[in-house]
T-cell receptor, first 112, second 110 residues
Protein backbone atom coordinates (compact mmCIF):
# COMPACT_ATOMS: atom_id res chain seq x y z
CA UNK A 1 0.00 0.00 0.00
CA UNK A 2 0.94 3.66 -0.19
CA UNK A 3 1.56 3.99 3.54
CA UNK A 4 1.31 2.19 6.86
CA UNK A 5 -2.32 1.61 7.70
CA UNK A 6 -3.62 1.00 11.21
CA UNK A 7 -7.02 -0.01 12.47
CA UNK A 8 -9.07 0.83 14.35
CA UNK A 9 -8.09 4.48 14.45
CA UNK A 10 -9.98 4.88 17.73
CA UNK A 11 -11.09 2.28 20.24
CA UNK A 12 -12.89 2.74 23.55
CA UNK A 13 -13.08 -0.42 25.61
CA UNK A 14 -14.11 -1.41 29.10
CA UNK A 15 -11.51 -2.39 31.65
CA UNK A 16 -10.92 -6.14 31.54
CA UNK A 17 -11.84 -6.61 27.88
CA UNK A 18 -9.39 -7.79 25.22
CA UNK A 19 -8.48 -5.61 22.23
CA UNK A 20 -6.78 -6.29 18.92
CA UNK A 21 -4.95 -3.61 16.97
CA UNK A 22 -4.03 -4.19 13.36
CA UNK A 23 -1.16 -2.88 11.24
CA UNK A 24 -0.78 -3.13 7.48
CA UNK A 25 2.80 -2.17 6.64
CA UNK A 26 4.06 -0.69 3.39
CA UNK A 27 4.17 -3.45 0.79
CA UNK A 28 7.57 -5.13 0.68
CA UNK A 29 8.77 -3.78 4.01
CA UNK A 30 10.44 -6.58 5.91
CA UNK A 31 10.68 -4.87 9.30
CA UNK A 32 7.69 -3.89 11.42
CA UNK A 33 7.66 -2.04 14.73
CA UNK A 34 5.12 -1.35 17.45
CA UNK A 35 5.47 1.63 19.78
CA UNK A 36 3.27 3.03 22.53
CA UNK A 37 2.88 6.75 23.17
CA UNK A 38 1.12 8.01 26.24
CA UNK A 39 -0.43 11.46 26.15
CA UNK A 40 2.24 14.13 25.92
CA UNK A 41 5.10 11.67 26.06
CA UNK A 42 7.67 10.16 23.72
CA UNK A 43 7.61 6.77 22.02
CA UNK A 44 8.02 3.59 24.03
CA UNK A 45 9.34 0.59 22.07
CA UNK A 46 7.17 -2.51 22.34
CA UNK A 47 8.26 -5.08 19.77
CA UNK A 48 10.06 -5.44 16.46
CA UNK A 49 9.51 -8.01 13.70
CA UNK A 50 11.98 -8.99 11.02
CA UNK A 51 9.87 -10.98 8.59
CA UNK A 52 7.49 -13.05 10.72
CA UNK A 53 9.85 -13.49 13.63
CA UNK A 54 10.29 -11.14 16.59
CA UNK A 55 13.98 -10.93 17.56
CA UNK A 56 13.20 -8.28 20.16
CA UNK A 57 10.16 -8.46 22.43
CA UNK A 58 11.87 -6.65 25.26
CA UNK A 59 9.48 -3.74 25.28
CA UNK A 60 6.24 -5.63 25.86
CA UNK A 61 5.10 -4.30 29.28
CA UNK A 62 3.52 -7.49 30.59
CA UNK A 63 2.27 -10.92 29.58
CA UNK A 64 -1.07 -9.32 28.76
CA UNK A 65 0.57 -7.95 25.61
CA UNK A 66 1.32 -10.12 22.61
CA UNK A 67 1.92 -9.56 18.92
CA UNK A 68 2.16 -11.66 15.82
CA UNK A 69 2.90 -11.15 12.18
CA UNK A 70 1.90 -13.40 9.32
CA UNK A 71 2.91 -13.58 5.67
CA UNK A 72 5.60 -10.96 6.31
CA UNK A 73 2.76 -8.49 6.13
CA UNK A 74 -0.05 -7.76 8.56
CA UNK A 75 0.66 -7.61 12.28
CA UNK A 76 -1.75 -7.75 15.19
CA UNK A 77 -1.05 -6.40 18.67
CA UNK A 78 -3.31 -7.97 21.28
CA UNK A 79 -3.87 -6.60 24.76
CA UNK A 80 -5.70 -8.95 27.10
CA UNK A 81 -7.65 -7.88 30.19
CA UNK A 82 -7.08 -4.20 29.44
CA UNK A 83 -6.26 -1.81 32.28
CA UNK A 84 -6.65 1.95 32.40
CA UNK A 85 -2.89 2.42 32.19
CA UNK A 86 -3.02 0.79 28.74
CA UNK A 87 -4.73 3.92 27.41
CA UNK A 88 -2.38 5.38 24.82
CA UNK A 89 -1.74 5.72 21.11
CA UNK A 90 -0.29 2.55 19.64
CA UNK A 91 1.91 3.38 16.65
CA UNK A 92 3.04 0.92 14.01
CA UNK A 93 5.94 1.54 11.65
CA UNK A 94 7.60 -0.40 8.88
CA UNK A 95 10.84 -0.29 6.94
CA UNK A 96 13.04 -2.17 4.56
CA UNK A 97 15.74 -3.97 6.51
CA UNK A 98 17.95 -1.22 7.93
CA UNK A 99 16.09 1.51 6.09
CA UNK A 100 14.05 4.52 7.11
CA UNK A 101 10.96 3.71 9.14
CA UNK A 102 7.57 5.10 8.23
CA UNK A 103 4.77 5.44 10.74
CA UNK A 104 1.05 4.92 10.55
CA UNK A 105 -1.31 7.41 12.16
CA UNK A 106 -1.80 5.24 15.21
CA UNK A 107 -4.61 3.51 17.03
CA UNK A 108 -5.97 5.56 19.93
CA UNK A 109 -6.98 3.26 22.76
CA UNK A 110 -9.04 4.46 25.69
CA UNK A 111 -9.81 2.06 28.53
CA UNK A 112 -12.71 3.14 30.70
CA UNK B 1 20.08 -0.36 27.64
CA UNK B 2 20.47 2.33 25.02
CA UNK B 3 18.87 5.63 25.90
CA UNK B 4 18.47 8.85 23.96
CA UNK B 5 17.91 11.95 26.03
CA UNK B 6 16.57 15.10 24.47
CA UNK B 7 16.81 18.61 25.81
CA UNK B 8 15.01 20.78 26.41
CA UNK B 9 11.76 18.86 27.01
CA UNK B 10 9.63 21.95 26.38
CA UNK B 11 10.39 25.11 24.48
CA UNK B 12 8.15 28.12 23.93
CA UNK B 13 9.57 30.87 21.75
CA UNK B 14 8.51 33.87 19.73
CA UNK B 15 8.23 33.81 15.97
CA UNK B 16 11.56 34.74 14.38
CA UNK B 17 13.74 33.40 17.19
CA UNK B 18 16.38 30.71 16.72
CA UNK B 19 16.51 27.51 18.76
CA UNK B 20 18.55 24.34 19.17
CA UNK B 21 17.36 20.93 20.35
CA UNK B 22 19.85 18.34 21.56
CA UNK B 23 19.80 14.55 21.45
CA UNK B 24 22.42 12.76 23.54
CA UNK B 25 23.42 9.20 24.32
CA UNK B 26 26.31 7.25 25.77
CA UNK B 27 25.87 4.68 23.00
CA UNK B 28 27.08 4.77 19.41
CA UNK B 29 24.43 4.72 16.71
CA UNK B 30 24.82 3.63 13.12
CA UNK B 31 22.35 6.29 12.07
CA UNK B 32 20.13 8.87 13.66
CA UNK B 33 16.80 10.25 12.50
CA UNK B 34 14.79 13.33 13.41
CA UNK B 35 11.00 13.24 13.28
CA UNK B 36 8.28 15.82 13.84
CA UNK B 37 4.91 14.78 15.17
CA UNK B 38 1.77 16.89 15.14
CA UNK B 39 -1.27 16.19 17.32
CA UNK B 40 -3.31 13.20 16.15
CA UNK B 41 -0.73 12.04 13.65
CA UNK B 42 2.20 9.65 13.55
CA UNK B 43 5.79 10.97 13.48
CA UNK B 44 7.02 12.15 10.08
CA UNK B 45 10.67 11.78 9.12
CA UNK B 46 12.63 15.01 8.66
CA UNK B 47 16.15 13.73 8.07
CA UNK B 48 18.55 10.81 8.50
CA UNK B 49 22.22 11.30 9.33
CA UNK B 50 24.69 8.43 9.12
CA UNK B 51 28.23 9.83 9.11
CA UNK B 52 29.97 11.24 12.16
CA UNK B 53 30.25 15.01 11.80
CA UNK B 54 27.62 15.11 9.07
CA UNK B 55 25.59 18.30 8.67
CA UNK B 56 22.33 18.39 6.72
CA UNK B 57 20.16 21.40 5.96
CA UNK B 58 16.46 21.36 5.24
CA UNK B 59 15.35 24.94 4.56
CA UNK B 60 15.55 26.64 7.98
CA UNK B 61 16.46 23.42 9.79
CA UNK B 62 20.08 22.33 10.29
CA UNK B 63 20.87 18.85 11.60
CA UNK B 64 24.25 17.72 12.86
CA UNK B 65 25.50 14.24 13.84
CA UNK B 66 28.27 14.22 16.42
CA UNK B 67 31.76 13.08 15.41
CA UNK B 68 31.48 10.04 17.67
CA UNK B 69 27.92 9.26 16.47
CA UNK B 70 26.57 9.48 20.01
CA UNK B 71 24.72 12.77 19.77
CA UNK B 72 22.91 15.07 17.41
CA UNK B 73 21.43 18.55 17.29
CA UNK B 74 18.61 20.25 15.44
CA UNK B 75 18.85 24.00 14.91
CA UNK B 76 15.89 26.03 13.63
CA UNK B 77 16.50 29.52 12.29
CA UNK B 78 13.76 32.16 12.40
CA UNK B 79 11.11 29.86 13.86
CA UNK B 80 7.59 30.08 12.50
CA UNK B 81 4.25 28.97 14.00
CA UNK B 82 4.22 26.07 11.52
CA UNK B 83 7.29 24.65 13.29
CA UNK B 84 5.18 23.92 16.37
CA UNK B 85 5.13 20.22 17.24
CA UNK B 86 6.88 17.37 19.00
CA UNK B 87 10.42 16.75 17.75
CA UNK B 88 11.79 13.26 18.24
CA UNK B 89 15.24 11.87 17.59
CA UNK B 90 15.68 8.15 16.98
CA UNK B 91 18.77 6.05 16.61
CA UNK B 92 19.55 2.64 15.21
CA UNK B 93 22.05 0.55 17.10
CA UNK B 94 25.58 0.19 15.80
CA UNK B 95 25.32 -3.47 16.77
CA UNK B 96 23.10 -4.05 13.78
CA UNK B 97 19.80 -5.03 15.32
CA UNK B 98 17.99 -2.23 13.50
CA UNK B 99 15.88 -1.56 16.54
CA UNK B 100 14.97 2.12 16.60
CA UNK B 101 15.36 3.80 19.99
CA UNK B 102 13.43 7.04 20.38
CA UNK B 103 14.38 10.03 22.45
CA UNK B 104 12.12 11.54 25.06
CA UNK B 105 10.95 14.30 22.72
CA UNK B 106 11.04 18.09 22.66
CA UNK B 107 7.72 19.88 22.53
CA UNK B 108 8.10 23.16 20.65
CA UNK B 109 5.58 25.98 20.60
CA UNK B 110 6.14 28.99 18.42
Amino acid sequence: GAGVSQSPSNKVTEKGKDVELRCDPISGHTALYWYRQRLGQGLEFLIYFQGNSAPDKSGLPSDRFSAERTGESVSTLTIQRTQQEDSAVYLCASSLYGGTIYFGEGSWLTVV
Amino acid sequence: TQLLEQSPQFLSIQEGENLTVYCNSSSVFSSLQWYRQEPGEGPVLLVTVVTGGEVKKLKRLTFQFGDARKDSSLHITAAQPGDTGLYLCAGTSASGTYKYIFGTGTRLKV
